[in-house]
């Protein structure tokens, strides 16, 4: 019974890294990580410069050797995997110099006959939403575009797996939202996703699943709504006063918890939102207080991320 | 695809990129031409090699052959080999189930292609435009020649660019090394009017070899016209360099 279940458990994963490590010279800058992500799922792998995530990248995409750990990308090992394990991947790396000689429409298809059983060339480029440039020489398109025929590369194999190494740096945010549609897409199509990204935005719009990488350590991995405790940390609750009004003037429970920071914001942390607020708006009716730009936030994935970060490189 | 369709579908668009590469087509296939047509123009009359009369054009239509081969299989393809690295399009290549093989040997057959291109098209534009005796049966000397000499050119492409760190540099440091040497190898002036000191100096490198393989079909009435010396010294720079560059080639940018 143990093998068969034991295989489909292999199966369900596109990528599974246990124990991984990387040093140059003496740096050690993988330090024994785990990773695992099931199939079609997109997994967004966040972390600041020089943590140790390109490098992490480059040894699931079979570029770069690693001084111990398994790693199983598609059920192989990528260091010793062959052309028929690089037809089930497709790549979008961080440089995008295109060839200047050729055509969108070219290029496409040039890449469509390194692999056995390529998806359509022209369904292709409309998915990436190019068909309006097919016959340009890519020295026409725009930053966006360029990134987008990176993209359409990378899927004209037909791939399983994706990595997708920054695709959205440098866009304008409609440029941004485009993409992110593509990438969406693609989910669609059942592609498995391994996403690197700066942006919070980015990982929370599109990731089932994120990690965080600091330091060469994974710091915290979970769905972008639980990432690092999120959906247990309290609730900020916080509003401007009329400029007569203090601090102090609040009802007691609230004056306690209340901090007016130098955003010139009173901001009340709250274990029980919903009480706060109803004490707050309540004496604000009494006292005549608009409250007009009262805001309720729970910590953003971006908040949660920079703490992590912040955790990590002054640990107390 | 089988392998040579593979191959084939690689080759020709590399060619189609080469075509299109305005410097490309300028300076490996425009400039050779216009080189012998000033050449040609300013010097006439008569010069002596190995011993032998012969005529001016009749000199440097081997010459410029020589300059032909080695802008296509060494300065161009040297620059195409960083250009493509930098830019992180062999990394990219190396992504894909393009085998690397068919990566490197379409990129060098260009080269090979081109220059056997200029050379026939240089032949032809001595033959109608100076009366350039076309070689009979010291054709086989001559074609074997351009094919040594394009195929070592490449192999040295291969092992220099790994010593080349960014594509803006690359035509400076394939021109500052060819340049003087064509001066000094008999490529733009006849070996008899170079200093015995700098004759000796060219004879360590490839383009004096080169340059002497081609120009011995082209003087030779008979026999097969090949320089087997010549030959092999360019058969063993390209074999050294194909060795050394097999140790040292990246496929990723420099910077990274």
């Given at each position: 019974?143990?093998?068969?279940?034991?295989?489909?458990?292999?199966?369900?994963?596109?990528?599974?890294?246990?124990?991984?490590?990387?040093?140059?010279?003496?740096?050690?800058?993988?330090?024994?990580?785990?990773?695992?992500?099931?199939?079609?799922?997109?997994?967004?792998?966040?972390?600041?410069?020089?943590?140790?995530?390109?490098?992490?990248?480059?040894?699931?995409?079979?570029?770069?050797?690693?001084?111990?750990?398994?790693?199983?990308?598609?059920?192989?090992?990528?260091?010793?995997?062959?052309?028929?394990?690089?037809?089930?991947?497709?790549?979008?790396?961080?440089?995008?110099?295109?060839?200047?000689?050729?055509?969108?429409?070219?290029?496409?298809?040039?890449?469509?006959?390194?692999?056995?059983?390529?998806?359509?060339?022209?369904?292709?480029?409309?998915?990436?939403?190019?068909?309006?440039?097919?016959?340009?020489?890519?020295?026409?398109?725009?930053?966006?575009?360029?990134?987008?025929?990176?993209?359409?590369?990378?899927?004209?194999?037909?791939?399983?797996?994706?990595?997708?190494?920054?695709?959205?740096?440098?866009?304008?945010?409609?440029?941004?939202?485009?993409?992110?549609?593509?990438?969406?897409?693609?989910?669609?199509?059942?592609?498995?996703?391994?996403?690197?990204?700066?942006?919070?935005?980015?990982?929370?719009?599109?990731?089932?699943?994120?990690?965080?990488?600091?330091?060469?350590?994974?710091?915290?991995?979970?769905?972008?709504?639980?990432?690092?405790?999120?959906?247990?940390?309290?609730?900020?609750?916080?509003?401007?006063?009329?400029?007569?009004?203090?601090?102090?003037?609040?009802?007691?429970?609230?004056?306690?918890?209340?901090?007016?920071?130098?955003?010139?914001?009173?901001?009340?942390?709250?274990?029980?939102?919903?009480?706060?607020?109803?004490?707050?708006?309540?004496?604000?009716?009494?006292?005549?207080?608009?409250?007009?730009?009262?805001?309720?936030?729970?910590?953003?994935?971006?908040?949660?991320?920079?703490?992590?970060?912040?955790?990590?490189?002054?640990?107390? | 695809?089988?392998?040579?369709?593979?191959?084939?579908?690689?080759?020709?668009?590399?060619?189609?990129?080469?075509?299109?590469?305005?410097?490309?087509?300028?300076?490996?296939?425009?400039?050779?031409?216009?080189?012998?047509?000033?050449?040609?123009?300013?010097?006439?009359?008569?010069?002596?090699?190995?011993?032998?009369?012969?005529?001016?054009?009749?000199?440097?239509?081997?010459?410029?052959?020589?300059?032909?081969?080695?802008?296509?299989?060494?300065?161009?393809?040297?620059?195409?080999?960083?250009?493509?690295?930098?830019?992180?399009?062999?990394?990219?290549?190396?992504?894909?189930?393009?085998?690397?093989?068919?990566?490197?040997?379409?990129?060098?057959?260009?080269?090979?292609?081109?220059?056997?291109?200029?050379?026939?098209?240089?032949?032809?534009?001595?033959?109608?435009?100076?009366?350039?005796?076309?070689?009979?049966?010291?054709?086989?000397?001559?074609?074997?020649?351009?094919?040594?000499?394009?195929?070592?050119?490449?192999?040295?492409?291969?092992?220099?660019?790994?010593?080349?760190?960014?594509?803006?540099?690359?035509?400076?440091?394939?021109?500052?090394?060819?340049?003087?040497?064509?001066?000094?190898?008999?490529?733009?002036?006849?070996?008899?009017?170079?200093?015995?000191?700098?004759?000796?100096?060219?004879?360590?490198?490839?383009?004096?070899?080169?340059?002497?393989?081609?120009?011995?079909?082209?003087?030779?009435?008979h026999g097969l016209g090949i320089a087997g010396t010549d030959l092999l010294i360019v058969g063993a720079w390209g074999v050294a360099a194909l060795l050394f560059a097999a140790r040292t080639f990246q496929w990723s940018p420099r910077a990274e």
């Amino acid at each position: 019974m143990r093998g068969p279940t034991a295989r489909a458990q292999v199966s369900a994963s596109a990528i599974d890294v246990r124990g991984l490590r990387k040093s140059y010279g003496a740096h050690e800058v993988v330090g024994g990580i785990d990773i695992e992500v099931g199939e079609g799922e997109i997994f967004a792998f966040l972390g600041p410069n020089g943590a140790g995530k390109t490098t992490t990248v480059e040894i699931l995409e079979g570029y770069r050797s690693r001084n111990a750990g398994e790693v199983s990308v598609l059920g192989e090992d990528p260091a010793a995997a062959g052309q028929s394990w690089r037809s089930r991947i497709g790549l979008v790396l961080q440089s995008c110099t295109m060839p200047a000689e050729l055509t969108v429409r070219e290029l496409v298809e040039l890449y469509a006959g390194y692999y056995r059983h390529p998806r359509s060339s022209a369904e292709t480029i409309e998915l990436v939403g190019l068909a309006e440039k097919r016959d340009a020489r890519t020295t026409q398109l725009s930053g966006g575009q360029l990134r987008r025929l990176d993209v359409a590369l990378a899927l004209i194999g037909d791939p399983e797996l994706v990595f997708l190494d920054e695709p959205t740096t440098g866009f304008d945010p409609s440029a941004r939202h485009h993409a992110w549609e593509v990438i969406s897409d693609l989910r669609e199509l059942g592609k498995t996703i391994f996403l690197t990204t700066h942006y919070m935005d980015e990982a929370e719009a599109l990731a089932d699943r994120v990690a965080v990488i600091a330091a060469g350590e994974i710091v915290a991995e979970g769905t972008p709504e639980t990432l690092g405790g999120r959906d247990h940390a309290r609730t900020d609750v916080s509003f401007t006063l009329s400029s007569a009004t203090t601090v102090a003037e609040l009802p007691g429970e609230l004056a306690a918890a209340a901090q007016l920071r130098e955003d010139g914001r009173v901001h009340v942390t709250a274990l029980e939102p919903a009480r706060a607020l109803h004490t707050l708006t309540g004496w604000a009716l009494e006292h005549r207080e608009q409250l007009g730009d009262l805001s309720v936030s729970r910590p953003t994935l971006e908040d949660v991320y920079l703490q992590l970060i912040d955790a990590n490189e002054h640990p107390q | 695809m089988s392998g040579v369709e593979l191959f084939a579908h690689q080759f020709r668009s590399d060619l189609v990129r080469f075509w299109r590469n305005p410097q490309s087509r300028y300076f490996t296939i425009l400039l050779p031409i216009v080189f012998l047509v000033i050449f040609a123009a300013i010097f006439k009359g008569t010069t002596i090699v190995d011993g032998r009369r012969i005529d001016i054009t009749t000199f440097y239509v081997p010459g410029i052959m020589t300059l032909g081969i080695i802008s296509a299989a060494f300065v161009n393809l040297t620059q195409a080999i960083v250009t493509q690295r930098e830019n992180g399009e062999f990394k990219r290549l190396r992504g894909t189930p393009l085998p690397a093989g068919i990566v490197i040997g379409s990129r060098a057959l260009v080269g090979v292609v081109v220059a056997v291109a200029m050379s026939a098209l240089l032949l032809l534009i001595g033959r109608l435009a100076y009366d350039v005796r076309l070689p009979q049966t010291t054709m086989v000397g001559l074609v074997i020649a351009v094919v040594v000499g394009a195929a070592a050119f490449s192999c040295i492409s291969f092992a220099v660019a790994t010593r080349i760190a960014a594509a803006d540099t690359a035509p400076a440091a394939t021109n500052l090394t060819v340049l003087p040497l064509y001066f000094i190898s008999g490529v733009f002036v006849p070996e008899g009017q170079i200093p015995k000191f700098l004759r000796g100096v060219a004879t360590v490198f490839p383009i004096h070899h080169l340059s002497r393989a081609l120009l011995r079909p082209i003087t030779d009435t008979h026999g097969l016209g090949i320089a087997g010396t010549d030959l092999l010294i360019v058969g063993a720079w390209g074999v050294a360099a194909l060795l050394f560059a097999a140790r040292t080639f990246q496929w990723s940018p420099r910077a990274e």
